[in-house]
Structures are given as structure tokens and as C-alpha cells.
């Protein structure tokens, strides 16, 4: 099984500051057949099922602010925030699709400094 | 509006069963397959598997096999998790989620299931 590793635990920034996520997978998630990472990442408020907010590693789901992005090829992966808003404050988790089982990361909980 | 509706929270004893629905609207039910995702208390995510919505045909993550039973009612676009003898560590959200060409993108509301003695 491919296994997720996110770090750190948790974070706290400051409204209006940059932050980021990192999402290291055991294995390449790029297909080299279609050049595309098989990498997701989730945003998950208390009490809500997780929200797709990027698939291929980059692409963001329609409706995502673009504050959120995307980077990272192969087994090292980030989610951005440009500018931290308190509505972000959530657990995140990346997500491996390109084999199954398919797995997650342990999650990253964000909160406001 | 696309939407996966879930049956409510349950509340069981050890070895009883429970099987949680999970109801699709909005699109072509044949068209994606469903996965379920369990989530303990205070936990992360844990994948527990998919069924063909084409063919019914399910597949089990290993921790998965044997007292979970995915299952299908397409005349009502509905897919179905059956739970067998139920234990305490079974406590959790178990969420159904469609799967597009790329990640989960249409997520159940999750149905809590509580084991207690």
C-alpha cells in the first residue's frame, strides 16, 4: 500500500499570512502514460465531510478560492494558502488515487495564531 | 443539484448489524462508482473500499473483508453498507463518496454509527 505522510500535525498562522502543507507519498503518484499526478487534497470542517479542493496535484475543484494551490511532482506535494482567512481553519488531507487501496494522510489541522 | 443523502445516525449493541444507505441524485447513478470512507472519532480517513455502480461488483480494502457488505439497489440509485456483528471499534462516520476522474468530488453527509455495550 502507498503510504501518506503530511506534515506538520497542525499549524497556526496569522489571518492574511501565507502557509503550507506538505504531502510526501512511498511512491511516485505520477502516471507517466498521462503525465499526471494521482494526488488530492481535502478540506474538512468539524461536524462536514471532507471538500475536494485539488485533484492532479494542481488542478482546483470548481468553487475553490484561488488562494488555495497545488504543487509537486512524483512522492513530494504542497497546499498553499496565499493569504490565511478564518474560514480556513479546517483539517486538511492529501489522498493518493492512483492505486488501490486508495490512502490518506494523516491530516493537518490549521488554525488561527 | 448532484448530492449523495445518507440514512441517519444508529445506535446498536456488540454483534448486531446496521446497514447505512447512501442515496445519489442529480446525475447518472451508473456513471461513477461509490466509495465508502470510515472515520473514527477523533481519527482521520480510512478507505474502506468501492462497488461498480455499472456492475455491482464490490471491492474491499483489507482491513474490509468479510463483515462489511457493499451493495447496490439501482432502481432507487442507492448503495448500501451492511455491517455484521457489530464490535465497539466499529464506532464511527462512515461517509459515501463519488469518485470522478480525479478524486472524490460528491461526499454523503456521514451517517454516525455508535457500538456501545
Known amino acids: 500500500d502507498i503510504v501518506m505522510t503530511q506534515s506538520p500535525d497542525s499549524l497556526a498562522v496569522s489571518l492574511g499570512e501565507r502557509a503550507s502543507i506538505s504531502c510526501k507519498s512511498s511512491q511516485s503518484l505520477l502516471y507517466n502514460s498521462n503525465n499526471k499526478n494521482y494526488l488530492a487534497w481535502y478540506q474538512q470542517k468539524p461536524g462536514q465531510p471532507p471538500k475536494l479542493l485539488i485533484y492532479?496535484?494542481?488542478t482546483r475543484e470548481s468553487g475553490v478560492p484561488d488562494r488555495f494551490s497545488g504543487s509537486g511532482s512524483g512522492t513530494d506535494f504542497t497546499l498553499s494558502f496565499s493569504s490565511l482567512q478564518a474560514e480556513d481553519v479546517a483539517v486538511y488531507y492529501c489522498q493518493q488515487y492512483l492505486s488501490k487501496p486508495s490512502t490518506f494522510g494523516q491530516g493537518t489541522k490549521l488554525e488561527i495564531k | 443539484q448532484v448530492q449523495l443523502v445518507q440514512s441517519g445516525s444508529e445506535l446498536k449493541k456488540p454483534g448486531a448489524s446496521v446497514k447505512v444507505s447512501c442515496k445519489a441524485s442529480g446525475y447518472t447513478f451508473s456513471d461513477y462508482i461509490l466509495n465508502w470512507v470510515r472515520q473514527a472519532p477523533g481519527q482521520g480517513l480510512e478507505w474502506m473500499g468501492w462497488i461498480n455502480t455499472k456492475t455491482a461488483n464490490p471491492t474491499y480494502a483489507q482491513d474490509f473483508t468479510g463483515r462489511f457488505v457493499f451493495s447496490l439497489d439501482t432502481s432507487v440509485s442507492t448503495s448500501y453498507l451492511h455491517i455484521n456483528s457489530l464490535k465497539v471499534e466499529d464506532t464511527a462516520v462512515y461517509y459515501c463518496?463519488?469518485?470522478?476522474?480525479?478524486?472524490?468530488?460528491?461526499w454523503g453527509q456521514g451517517t454516525m454509527v455508535t457500538v456501545y455495550s
Open positions: 463518496a463519488r469518485e470522478k476522474r480525479g478524486g472524490f468530488d460528491i
Open positions: 492532479w496535484a494542481s
